[in-house]
């Protein structure tokens, strides 16, 4: 441990910092940074607020001109916004990270079993290790994919999974897991272009490890699930559109792999074969990265009023002709409420005890758990199963009366569509605050992005910290206000 | 290449451009009456709004045309679909739709000139005239085309960005021409015969001032400007140069040689290029200026609509 006193006279950056009664990544004790951040700290520790503030102007401009926003519709009128940037890294030794690898690809490859299964023989259903009443109550369950055969065997090609810090011991664990279209990766390469940009100087003094073959390493994915095994398959990536809130991501990542952006209006099945319109006539698809949500993907299957798919899409996959990552139906593994069975998923399908830790959750269609959750409320956080983002939540310990009474009919009106669990005293990581022009201590999750081929799981290092920028937040996400960090795992550190 | 992206890569360089020639024309028209002393014909604000085909529209929104509204309504107008920031916005737009197909660097440069010319406040630069505005304009399409030309690869995509400039650019020439022709030759009574400074003022909003004297080593004369901007082989913004610019961008997308054409767009091109490399000046005055440009525009249009049949538009399989 580094001992570095805050000089009284000019406290810079970290003047009036306290630690306060969370897991402080940073510093073990006041004033005590962890030797992981020992370097930074003294980096920080000795630059004056004004040129800490100008390299901050810089980022941000960077990230404008690039046009790396996300589109806000609360105000009626769809802003373009910038994602906050913070640019102080978060940083995590590599031992600890590789625990985190290790208990994530379990996690992975287990999903990965459920859905097969699911959409398969059902065994687990049939061993009765998860209530089959829970499945097919699913939201995001998708009747259309029971016994399909699915490319590879691969349905969670590419999965986002939240992590949080438990203030309490100090160890990750899974907030919830993302298998349908997670979203972010971008700004995990981009926040680490614009780092290295604006501080050139505190990346050189650190050995992080890189992050940038993420693109190649999706694209090497999708080629091998080509439907006619080509050598050069034709691969797109389907996007909702330019209005999307995550747009820049989809033209980001059809950029950096070299394959076509496309929207539905590009695409037309005819005898159960997806081609696009190109200006040479039509060109056959072998394999489609979707960013459009199952309900949108095909009006002829879901949703009939959907504007953003392709009609008869799910036909030319049902008959073998083309591949879609991540596979539709993956809803069922992601469900908030099949989250609380993930431990025994591992178990029956691994024969091995989870790596990573599970929030308590409790299950409002269990008549005790939902006793338990109708009495302790506030103090409760309580979520929509199949909602992600941030929406349809309860923070018990910030809302009012008239908000929990609210929660409370419709918790009791549709029991099965909410689980509760305790709040999670989330670590901090120090933070710019633009308003004092210091540095505070703010809460933060850690999103990474799993890769699937069906034999190995591959994580880039790190993945996307998302930051809290409200003082005393507890809610990362950016509808929600909230920011992003580079994250840094620095290599040999433990 | 998706038509998708050919389509907004074709209005992507026809919007640059058209922002381009509007600022041209403004900045230009707005000098020159700033240097005459006195304006012995009154001030003539029509000429500039029919070339940027709004008429009706103008009268909608305003009384009389002046030095004020005439600015707003062509430089910022949201209401004007042609107005300078109207373009830029919809280049914009875009861009942002095929950024994954542009170059990085020519998408950041057209978003930097987006939020740059959004810091204008209209009201200060009405007051202001508009030499500094139009000056980033013209300067923010000169690098965009830089940025293009040293980043974009060689392929389709470049030469629909290049058709979609060279057609807007032949057209506005086209426009400016007539219009400026129809009224400079055309003196109301008591304005009296128009002096030499209209016609540089024509001359100077594409840019041919210096070049025209080095061609004819002559005081300004009517004919030979038309001729400078109808027929020069090689001046960029003649009509002829830009119709060659089209046929050629043309040629590349279908692999075509010359001699032959591989759809409408192609044939049309060709019977326009027809026209303007072998008519001489003297027998398009004699027919008629305007009948002439009309014909050219009429074609112009055509060109763009057989682009969209050929490159564009899908009717979809039953």
């Known amino acids: 441990m580094t001992t570095l006193p805050v000089c009284a006279a000019d406290p810079g950056l970290f003047g009036g910092y306290t630690a306060g009664p969370f897991y402080d990544e940073m510093f073990a004790s006041q004033g005590r940074a962890r030797s992981h951040y020992s370097r930074l700290f003294t980096k920080l520790g000795g630059m004056a607020p004004s040129q800490f503030e100008e390299r901050r102007k810089l980022a941000d401009l960077s990230f404008l001109l690039q046009g790396i926003t996300f589109t806000v519709y609360s105000d009626g009128r769809g802003t373009e916004r910038l994602f906050p940037f913070d640019l102080i890294p978060r940083i995590l030794p590599q031992s600890e990270w590789e625990r985190i690898e290790r208990g994530l690809s379990q996690r992975v490859v287990a999903l990965n079993l459920f859905l097969q299964d699911v959409y398969g023989r059902q065994l687990i259903l049939k061993d009765r290790k998860i209530p089959a009443s829970l499945v097919f109550s699913c939201r995001h369950f998708r009747r259309e994919m029971v016994g399909l055969e699915v490319p590879h065997g ?4 590419i999965c986002g999974i939240d992590l949080v810090r438990d203030s309490a011991s100090g160890e990750f664990m899974v907030l919830e897991d993302n298998v349908r279209t997670p979203s972010g990766v971008s700004y995990v390469l981009e926040n680490r272009l614009v780092m290295t940009r604006t501080f050139p100087e505190v990346f050189q003094e650190h050995e992080v490890l890189p992050v940038n073959h993420y693109p ?30 995550a747009y820049f991501e989809h033209s980001f990542l059809a950029q950096q792999m070299g394959i076509e952006l496309v929207e539905g209006r590009d695409l037309v099945v005819d005898g159960v074969v997806v081609y696009m319109k190109t200006i040479n006539g039509l060109k056959r698809v072998d394999v489609i990265y979707r960013r459009v949500d199952d309900d949108f993907i095909d009006p002829l299957c879901f949703r009939s009023d959907s504007m953003l798919g392709v009609p008869g899409l799910m036909g030319a996959y049902r008959a073998g002709n083309i591949a ?42 269990r008549s005790d758990h939902l006793s338990h959750v109708l009495a302790n409320l506030p103090q409760l956080v309580v979520k929509s199963v199949g909602e992600s983002g941030g929406y349809g939540m309860l923070m018990g310990p910030s809302a009012d009366r008239a908000q929990i009474a609210d929660f409370r009919d419709k918790i009791v009106a549709e029991p099965r569509n909410y689980i509760a669990q305790p709040i999670v005293p ?13 540095i505070a201590g703010r809460h933060v999750d850690l999103r990474p992005y799993c890769l699937y081929d069906g034999q190995n799981v591959t994580i880039v290092p790190g993945g996307l910290t998302r930051v809290a920028l409200q003082q005393g937040s507890l809610v990362v996400n950016s509808s929600q206000g909230g920011g992003s960090k580079d994250t840094w795992i620095l290599r040999g550190e433990c | ?80 679909p042609s107005s300078i920031m109207q373009c830029i916005n919809k280049a914009r737009e875009n861009a942002r739709t095929i950024r994954d197909r542009i170059s990085r660097e020519m998408w950041e440069d057209l978003n930097g000139l987006y939020f740059s010319l959004g810091r204008f406040d209209p009201q200060e630069e009405i007051l202001a005239g508009p030499h500094r505005f139009c000056g980033r304009v013209i300067f923010g399409s000169h690098r965009f085309h830089g940025v293009s030309d040293a980043t974009l690869p060689r392929d389709e995509g470049w030469e629909f960005l290049r058709v979609g400039w060279a057609l807007e650019r032949a057209e506005m020439t086209a426009r400016l ?61 003649s009509i002829r140069f830009s119709s060659t610019e089209v046929q050629s961008a043309l040629r590349a997308i279908s692999n075509t040689g010359p001699g032959s054409y591989a759809n409408e767009a192609e044939r049309l091109a060709g019977k326009v290029l027809e026209r303007l490399r072998y008519d001489r000046i003297d027998e398009i005055l004699q027919t008629g200026l305007h009948s002439y440009l009309t014909e050219i525009i009429r074609l112009f249009n055509s060109i763009g609509e057989a682009i969209a049949r050929s490159y564009f538009y899908y009717a979809l399989p039953a």
């Open chain 1, 324 to 365: 879609l990552v991540n596979t539709p139906g993956n809803g069922v593994a992601d469900d908030k409420a099949i989250y609380a069975y993930v431990p025994e998923l591992i178990r029956y399908y691994l024969g091995e005890d989870p790596l990573l830790k599970t929030v308590e959750t409790y299950l409002c269609d």
């Open chain 2, 1 to 80: 290449m998706l038509s998708r992206i050919a389509d907004s890569l074709f209005w992507l360089g026809r919007y640059i451009e058209r922002a381009e020639d509007t600022a041209r024309i403004l900045d230009v028209t707005f000098h020159t009456l700033l240097e005459q002393k006195q304006q012995p014909f009154g001030v003539r604000w029509d000429p500039i709004i029919s070339m940027a085909g709004e008429e009706t529209l103008f009268r909608q929104l305003y009384n009389e045309p002046n030095a004020h509204n005439v600015f707003e309504f062509l430089a910022f107008s949201p209401n004007n």
């Open chain 1, 426 to 438: 989330l670590s901090v990581v120090p933070s710019y605050d633009a308003t004092s022009e210091r």
């Open chain 1, 154 to 157: 691969i349905y969670t090609h």
């Open chain 2, 177 to 237: 021409v007539d219009v400026q022709y129809r009224t400079l030759l055309e003196p109301t009574v008591e304005a009296g015969p128009p002096d030499n400074h209209q016609w540089m003022a024509v001359l100077k909003s594409v840019g041919a001032y210096e070049a025209y004297h080095r061609q004819y080593h002559s005081p300004i004369d009517p004919a030979r400007v038309a001729e400078m901007l109808i027929l020069h082989p090689r001046h960029p913004r």
């Open chain 1, 216 to 245: 190649a390493e999706l694209s090497r994915i999708l080629r091998s699930v080509s439907p006619r095994g080509e050598s050069d398959p034709q691969i797109v990536l389907l996007t909702p559109g330019i209005h999307n809130s």
